[in-house]
Structures are given as structure tokens and as C-alpha cells.
């Protein structure tokens, strides 16, 4: 079993070759996408190191495998696909919890269709997964420094590229109607409702700004909206004038707007209505709090509650 980025990289291509060379009406044309697709998942991980491909243990002796190290007499084991996709998210700012969802919706099909006896593929026709998947393509072979091209060939990529294009397309032509509506509707009423909207969404924008909402200005009416999203990547961790202060990244997946109304799910609505900007989640706390310190005047308090808690165990391993 190898976990290096090369081979893995080299067998995605592969699986997705004789993904093309089937019929894409066939059941099989979505099984390879699926197998190639976590292959390719998995490359993207080894990039950044093998390691992470390997299951945890407390022994380490997955992780000494992927270090060369490990014992010829125990097994590789790696972590299961959602892991792969999990972290992916976590680690790659260029895929998107889209290109999750998109992922595990394939994966989930791949599952029933080798581990049971459904007909998974032949009930899930490529027309309602091909862009999606043409799409997290596209963002794991960015992350390996890739491309289309250099994943499918040019002929592949061509089709991938069009697809991809008129999606984004109809994807524009909704969310600009969605935010029209929303706009004419806004519009219309008298300016006393408006502001007094206008001023309430303000208020419940700042209360959001503190469970790790992101404030907006809504496209349709331009009051006050808020975004949600999945934090990734590293934690920043800084001391600000004796607090000590966690900042980390977030990938938007939602706007919300209480003024008139407007929703946007997912990144690619998001990016349309130019609200697509990844941003940054900040939380202060003091020393105790983030330490988990106790003050010697509340010792007593703590050492009496943790004894009646029956909580004194000893482990000798």
C-alpha cells in the first residue's frame, strides 16, 4: 500500500480513464468517477504528508508505516474516505464545503453500490452529479499544482471547462433573479417599515457577530445580513493587551438577510452575489478561560466537586 502523492496521483488518472471509456448512461461511468475521486482526495492529503493518510492509533503503528518504519507483520490501515474529504476542507482553502458535499454525495452512492445490492449509480443519473464533480476536480488538482488537462487530457477538460461554464451561468442568472425580487419587493414598501427593518437587522447583526457571524451588506436591499460558515485551517492565537485571542479562517456557505428576506445557500450562490470572500472568526478570553485556571480562593470548591463526582481513577498501564 503506498500513500505517497505520485502513485495515488497517477491510479486517479487512471481510474478516471476507464471512468471515460464508459458510456456515461452506464453504471460503471460513475463508479470509477467516484473511486478516482477519493484517489485524488487522498494525493492531495499525501502532499502535504503521507502521515495523514495513516488511521491514528495510540501505538502509532499506522503513522510508522507512512514514515517508513512500521512492521511488516501488521497491515497498513488508512482513514476512511470522510476523513480524506473532512480534512480536505479543513486544510485547502480551494476546496469549498461544496466540493465536500459534492464528494460525499458520490462516495455515499459508491458505498451502497458495492456494499449492497442496490443499483446506486443507475438511480443517480450523471446529469444531477457531473459538474459538481468536474468541480471538486478542478479543486483538488489545484492544490497538487495541477489541471484539468494534466487529470483527464485535453478532450476531457474541454467538455469539463463547458460544463463547469454553463453552470456558473445558470447558477449567475438565479441568484441575480433571486436578488432582483427580493430588491422590487423591498422597494416598494413605505420608508417608515424600511428603516425600522433597516435598524432592527443592524441590532440582530451585531448579537450574530458574537456566535461567529459574519456581517454582510445584503445585494438586494443593502442592509445588514449575515454570513455562516465552516472554519479551516490553523487556529492564530495572539496576546492583545492580556487577552488571549483566537483567530481562524472561515469558508462562507450561507447569507441570511432579516430586512427582506434573501437567502443564499452554498459557495457558488455566495461568490455570484460577490459574497463569496472567505473571512476570519475572532474570540477573546481571558487567561482562566483559556487556560482553564482556577483561583486559589475557588480550590476548595473545585477539589469538593471533583472528589463527589467519583472521578478518582488510577491507571497503571
Not at 492529503?45 to 512492521?71: F, M, N, Q, V
Not at 465536500?100 to 442496490?118: F, Q, T, V, Y
Not at 413605505?190 to 437587522?201: G, S, V, Y
Request: charged fraction near 25%; include cysteine; glycine fraction near 8%.
Amino acid at each position: 500500500m503506498s500513500w505517497e502523492k505520485d502513485p495515488l496521483w497517477a491510479k486517479a488518472k487512471l481510474y478516471f480513464q476507464n471512468a471515460f471509456n464508459e458510456p456515461r448512461e452506464e453504471p460503471t461511468f460513475g463508479l470509477w468517477c467516484s473511486l478516482g475521486l477519493e484517489l485524488l482526495g487522498r494525493a492531495a492529503l499525501s502532499s502535504i504528508s503521507p502521515t495523514l493518510l495513516a488511521e491514528p492509533d495510540r501505538d502509532h503503528k499506522y503513522l510508522l508505516h507512512a514514515l517508513g518504519r512500521g512492521s511488516e507483520r501488521i497491515p497498513k490501515k488508512s482513514i476512511s474516505t470522510s476523513q480524506v474529504f473532512g480534512l480536505c476542507v479543513d486544510l485547502f482553502q480551494e476546496f469549498s464545503p461544496d466540493d465536500l458535499k459534492m464528494c460525499m454525495a458520490l462516495i455515499n452512492r459508491r458505498n451502497e453500490e458495492l456494499h449492497s445490492g442496490g443499483a446506486a449509480f443507475s438511480a443517480y443519473p450523471h446529469g444531477q452529479w457531473i459538474a459538481g464533480f468536474y468541480k471538486a476536480c478542478e479543486s483538488l488538482a489545484t492544490i497538487l499544482g495541477e489541471s484539468l488537462e494534466s487529470l483527464f487530457g485535453e478532450d476531457e477538460a474541454t467538455v469539463a471547462k463547458e460544463i463547469l461554464a454553463e453552470d456558473r451561468n445558470n447558477i449567475k442568472q438565479k441568484v441575480q433573479g433571486r436578488i432582483a425580487s427580493h430588491r422590487s419587493v423591498f422597494e416598494v414598501k413605505p420608508e417608515d417599515i424600511r428603516q425600522t427593518a433597516k435598524d432592527n437587522a443592524e441590532k440582530e447583526g451585531k448579537k450574530l457577530a458574537y456566535s461567529g457571524h459574519h456581517r454582510a451588506l445584503c445585494p438586494a436591499c443593502q442592509c445588514t445580513g449575515t454570513i455562516k460558515g465552516k472554519a479551516f485551517g490553523k487556529e492564530r492565537i495572539a496576546d492583545e493587551e492580556g487577552y488571549v485571542v483566537v483567530r481562524q479562517p472561515v469558508a462562507p456557505t450561507s447569507f441570511t438577510c432579516l430586512t427582506c428576506g434573501l437567502k443564499l445557500e452554498g459557495y457558488a450562490e455566495l461568490e455570484e452575489a460577490n459574497l463569496g470572500e472567505y473571512y476570519t472568526h475572532k474570540v477573546s478570553y481571558s487567561p482562566d478561560e483559556y487556560y482553564g485556571l482556577i483561583h486559589p480562593d475557588d480550590l476548595p470548591e473545585h477539589v469538593e466537586e471533583y472528589l463527589s463526582s467519583g472521578m478518582m481513577e488510577y491507571d497503571n498501564e
